[in-house]
């Protein structure tokens, strides 16, 4: 199966995300969510990467991140699952694979689609039932964004939040929003309204239709031949 065109350019935002191969968990205790947010830190010392957002969950991960060279969202992603991978090998004596493969991501218009997606990737533990509010989760932005000392891993989005962000992110999301979400996530097609949608697929050469999966619906009225 030939692989979906990412479309990275530089100056826009995307939504990324990660699983452990088959599942598997990859952040085992606090220390493990500690070196891999580190990595994330070191990491933007030498690629010019903008973080809005991120969640380290025990088998995933999501960024929302804004990449200001082209290629360095690809090289940062590399640089850090890479580095994270012979440090896990080498602590639990483990070989073969950690992560599932390259990632997956999606290019998000800068208006309220962005800080759905923002709203998504923080209330992710609230969503698996690991905690019961956004902030007790210790690895991820919302806290360190409710943080009054600076944090050098998150960057101040390019747009306002609302002022209360808290109870924006522990609202759950609709039914449609998720389904949305996760179309694109699955996808990897841009998520934003319809005119700038078919903007944005046409500069980055990517099909602007939605095709679902699984066999098309018979008509009605139309009997089987």
């Excluded at 007790?136 to 306002?160: Q, Y």
Aim: aromatic share 12%; proline share 6%.
């Amino acid at each position: 199966m030939p692989r979906t065109p990412r479309g990275i350019v530089e100056g826009m935002i995307y939504h990324v995300l990660n699983r452990g191969n088959s599942r598997q968990v990859v952040f085992h205790n606090a220390c493990d969510y500690r070196g891999f947010l580190k990595l994330m830190e070191d990491g933007k010392k030498n690629y010019a990467i903008d973080i809005f957002a991120y969640c380290l969950m025990p088998n995933h991960f999501h960024f929302v991140v804004r990449p200001r060279i082209e290629d360095h969202l690809s090289k940062w992603m590399h640089w850090i699952t890479n580095t994270h991978v012979k440090r896990h090998q080498i602590y639990y004596q483990t070989s073969g694979r950690i992560w599932q493969g390259r990632f997956k991501s999606f290019v998000i218009q800068q208006d309220n689609h962005l800080l759905t997606v923002l709203r998504y990737a923080e209330r992710n533990p609230v969503r698996a039932n690991l905690v019961p509010s956004a902030i007790d989760w210790p690895w991820s932005s919302f806290r360190a964004r409710m943080a009054t000392a600076s944090n050098s891993v998150i960057d101040s989005p390019p747009i306002d939040l609302p002022y209360d962000w808290e109870d924006f992110v522990n609202q759950p999301l609709t039914e449609k929003e998720l389904e949305e979400i996760r179309l694109r996530v699955n996808r990897q097609i841009p998520y934003g309204n319809k005119v700038w949608h078919k903007k944005i697929c046409k500069e980055l050469g990517l099909d602007p239709v939605f095709r679902l999966k699984g066999r098309p619906k018979k008509k009605k009225g139309r009997r089987d031949r």
